[in-house]
């Protein structure tokens, strides 16, 4: 059982199965609203949830702004990146998920698995917005 510091966004779909899947596993959940956190007072804390991951996967690509090619997040450095997320909270890759220090984005079912343990892996893309308008389903 570990407490995990849960980054999400309220209402989506794949957070939520995300949770449950955490839940039934039995941690406990301390919920985070990405969207309104002050990153910009913390910016230092976003960039560790990022670790060694190319700067181009630390973004949403369900992210308005990168679906419709305003942002390209693989031509910007790690400044440029934090600068835009800090502004654009969507922008960013969810979950971030912090455990005893340790910080993660993403959620890729196998690696939390091996981290944090998962009672019943689902099998399924938990990180792909699976509304069929995600410029619809994936706005603030």
């Known amino acids: 059982m570990a ?3 849960f980054y999400e966004k309220p209402g989506c779909l794949n957070n939520t199965r995300q949770k449950q899947l955490l839940n039934a596993a ?3 959940l301390v919920v985070h609203d990405l969207l309104q956190h002050p990153w910009a007072k913390q910016p230092d804390l976003l960039r560790a949830f990022f670790g060694e991951m190319p700067v181009a996967e630390w973004f949403n690509r369900s992210a308005p702004a990168v679906k419709q090619g305003l942002i390209d997040p693989d031509s910007l450095d790690e400044g440029q990146a934090i600068a835009l997320m800090v502004g654009q909270p969507l922008l960013i890759r969810r979950p971030l998920m912090e455990v005893d220090g340790t910080r993660v984005c993403g959620f890729d079912e196998a690696q939390v698995d091996r981290w944090l343990g998962l009672k019943i892996p689902s ?18």
Not at 123 to 140: M, N, S, V
């Open 3 to 5: 407490i995990v510091h």
């Open 26 to 28: 039995g941690h406990v």
């Open 123 to 140: 099998g399924k893309d938990l990180e792909t917005c699976p509304r069929q308008t995600h410029a619809e389903a994936c706005k603030p």
